[in-house]
């Protein structure tokens, strides 16, 4: 089935505005912006990662919404060119998880770095919080690529001085109970092992942004 255009996906998934009386009471919007770990491959809508991080963080009493920005097979380049597209929706927190495809197609770690880089810079220019989700590589391109790979992500927390989650796959990749049978995407039960491991750092980044300067 092919996947629809991203403003088609977007005008989908991006609640529609309220009145103005009501721009300041409307839930902290988080864009959960990545690829098909975040989007949810080949399990139900209601079992994807920024529906089930949505549930979690309301059960800790955080007001949220999740627009799940997330496209199959995406790359950090593809990622650049739709990020104006998906900030449309004006959310208050991104959580950029790319890089996974990168590795897979066998990009050079510093074309993914520049590109995060770009990506992360423009989402502070407009001012919206950012959480970087790291991942490990997933295929092995020599000694040399994969420590360049492992350490782009801490390098960009560091110089943005944005909170980091070091491995998005942590505690699932290569577990085969908590994974679909391709070994890499998680099944429902791994996806609720990621948003219990990383809703903690999400509530804590929530706490420490700054008052919303556009909640319409």
């Known amino acids: 089935m092919p996947i629809p255009p991203l403003p088609l996906l977007l005008a989908n998934l991006c609640p529609a505005p309220g009145p103005a009386s009501a721009k300041a009471d409307r839930p902290i919007r988080i864009l959960a912006f990545g690829d098909s770990l975040v989007a949810g491959f080949a399990v139900p809508s209601k079992a994807a990662f920024p529906v089930r991080l949505e549930k979690a963080l309301r ?10 920005a997330g496209v199959p097979g995406d790359t950090t380049l593809g990622a650049r060119g739709r990020l104006s597209q998906a900030l449309a929706c004006r959310p208050d927190l991104v959580i950029v998880e790319l890089g996974a495809n990168d590795n897979l197609q066998g990009f050079d770690p510093a074309l993914t770095e520049s590109n995060l880089d770009w990506i992360i810079s423009e989402i502070i220019r407009q001012g919206r919080g950012v959480l970087l989700a790291g ?9 040399k690529d994969s420590i360049a790979f492992e350490g782009l992500f801490r390098s960009l927390a560091v110089k943005h001085r944005i909170p980091l989650y070091p491995d998005f796959l942590e505690g ?3 577990s085969p109970a ?13 996806i609720d092992e990621i948003v219990r491991r990383i809703a903690p750092l999400v509530a804590e980044t929530l706490r420490q942004l700054p008052e919303p300067l556009d909640r319409s």
Do not use: C, Q, S, T
Request: aromatic letters at 2%.
């Open 172 to 174: 699932v990749a290569g």
């Open 135 to 143: 991942i490990r590589p997933l295929r092995d391109l020599g000694p």
């Open 178 to 190: 908590l994974n679909k049978a391709d070994g890499i995407h998680p099944n429902p039960k791994g």
């Open 59 to 68: 059960a800790m009493n955080f007001p949220v919404e999740l627009v799940n």
